[in-house]
């Protein structure tokens, strides 16, 4: 398992931007599909968006795609969320997962991030 670690919630205006980061611990990173989840207030965790191990395939959600942007950096350990044009129903705790497969399921987690948007 890695360790992860987000960082870059906060408020923000609708149709704002924010870029979530997520570092992670270990020498095993470039080795884990990375992915970011959401949960708002009495809503089930959702999964928004997914990157592969190499970076090179990525998918999202219907409800941020073509808003949101998942990138990792394998140097430096780390995952990102560019979110763009926030709505006030992107509103929740962001939090990302590391899965060694995709039989595996995802197995390691941040604590969150809160992303709160004022419309």
């Known amino acids: 398992q890695v360790q992860l670690v987000e960082s870059g919630g906060g408020l923000v205006e609708a149709g704002g931007s924010l870029r979530l980061s997520c570092a992670a611990s270990g020498r095993t990173f470039s080795s884990y599909d990375m992915g970011w989840f959401r949960q708002a207030p009495g809503k089930e965790r959702e999964l928004v968006g997914l990157i592969s191990r190499s970076g090179v395939s990525t998918s999202y959600s219907d409800s941020v795609k073509g808003r949101f942007t998942v990138s990792r950096d394998n140097a430096k350990n780390t995952v990102y969320l560019q979110m763009n044009s926030l709505k006030a129903e992107d509103a929740a705790v962001y939090y990302c997962?590391?899965?060694?497969?995709?039989?595996?399921?995802?197995?390691?987690w941040g604590q969150g991030t809160q992303v709160t948007v004022s419309s």
């Open positions: 997962a590391a899965r060694a497969s995709a039989y595996s399921g995802f197995n390691s």
